[in-house]
């Protein structure tokens, strides 16, 4: 007698939660490293511990955040995007163009920048699952011909927009900007997908073992697709949150920013193998290399020491990732 069938959502692969203990000595353990970390620059700078450089943290992060946020979600199902800085670069510069040469409302023109993230992305995941390639390839050819878009619409110059959305980039509380208050939000509602709901689930099914998934009889293709998609909008706001800060949009922008994007995931312990992560975690990453590069500059380091010291980094916390992973498998 064959036994009876599981339903898709029952049979679907629970998320790989971590025990509430250790949850909190991750967060724990990525909080220590954070305030390590302020604490030597503090002890190297005078000028290190003080609000305006918080302040400027704070108001710089806010577009590698939410595209950070995006990439967990990639990560965990076992893909990668590299093509999110370019993506940046091209929805800025649609903005930039609806809003200059258009002559479109300002709605209408961010609106019309999302859209553009939220296509690039679309069609990175549905290249990548019609075709069964991997993301790393397609998203890297998409690099290219994103970056070559952006150097199309603004002419290979940077366009500037003044303070047509410069509210994005305003002081808002205590002098920090309300994108970083959006980012913050993007941040919590990542993290509720992820854990609270049936795709968030599926997500992690995915990168943990998709076969089971579809032996389950839920398709991971459009859930793949969407993954991509969210991650394109999310550059696409990150485009726009830098366009508000520097009030332009330069085709050359968010150039190399992919690395630090997947830097922080890392560092935030999302696996490269998919199947694990957490967005809050990711934010920890975000800080971390945030007030890693502030205090380097801080103490006058030169740019080739940030980058070997940065690179360090990242390196130490791929190997403690993996070390702790083989310990999980040995237990």
């Known amino acids: 007698m064959n036994p009876p069938a599981q339903s898709p959502a029952?049979?679907?692969?629970?998320?790989?939660?971590?025990?509430?203990?250790?949850?909190?000595?991750t967060y724990l353990g990525l909080a220590a490293v954070l305030i390590g970390m302020v604490v030597l620059f503090s002890s190297l700078s005078e000028y290190f511990f003080t609000a305006e450089t918080f302040i400027t943290i704070a108001n710089e992060v806010p577009a590698l955040t939410v595209m950070a946020v995006g990439m967990t979600f990639v990560l965990i199902i076992a893909g990668i995007d590299l093509s999110v800085g370019s993506v940046l670069a091209l929805s800025a510069a649609v903005t930039a163009a609806a809003i200059l040469q258009w002559k479109l409302a300002v709605p209408a023109a961010a609106a019309l920048g999302l859209a553009t993230g939220l296509l690039c992305?679309?069609?990175?995941?549905?290249?990548s699952v019609a075709w069964r390639l991997p993301s790393f390839i397609v998203s890297l050819g998409?690099?290219?011909a994103v970056r070559g878009g952006a150097y199309l619409v603004t002419d290979s110059r940077t366009q500037y927009v003044g303070d047509a959305i410069a509210g994005l980039a305003a002081p808002w509380i205590g002098g920090v900007s309300s994108a970083f208050v959006l980012a913050v939000a993007i941040v919590i509602v990542g993290h509720l997908v992820l854990t609270r709901t049936v795709f968030g689930r599926h997500v992690v099914g995915i990168g943990t073992n998709e076969e089971a998934m579809r032996l389950a009889g839920i398709d991971p293709r459009p859930i793949r697709i969407a993954v991509f998609a969210v991650t394109g909008l999310l550059a696409g706001?990150?485009?726009?949150?830098?366009?508000?800060?520097?009030?332009?949009?330069d085709p050359n922008a968010g150039a190399g920013i992919e690395l630090q994007v997947i830097a922080a995931v890392v560092i935030g312990g999302t696996s490269l193998m998919g199947g694990r992560g957490s967005v809050i975690n990711t934010f920890f990453g975000v800080l971390i290399i945030a007030v890693l590069e502030a205090g380097l500059a801080q103490v006058g380091a030169s740019e080739p020491a940030k980058r070997i010291i940065t690179?360090?980094?990242?390196?130490?916390?791929?190997?403690?990732?993996?070390v702790r992973q083989r310990r999980a498998g040995a237990a």
């Open 237 to 249: 706001l990150g485009g726009l949150m830098q366009s508000a800060r520097l009030e332009a949009a």
């Open 121 to 127: 992305g679309a069609v990175t995941g549905a290249v």
């Open 10 to 25: 029952a049979a679907a692969p629970a998320p790989t939660t971590r025990p509430l203990r250790g949850q909190l000595g």
């Open 311 to 322: 690179g360090a980094v990242i390196v130490a916390a791929v190997i403690i990732d993996t």
């Open 142 to 144: 998409m690099l290219e």
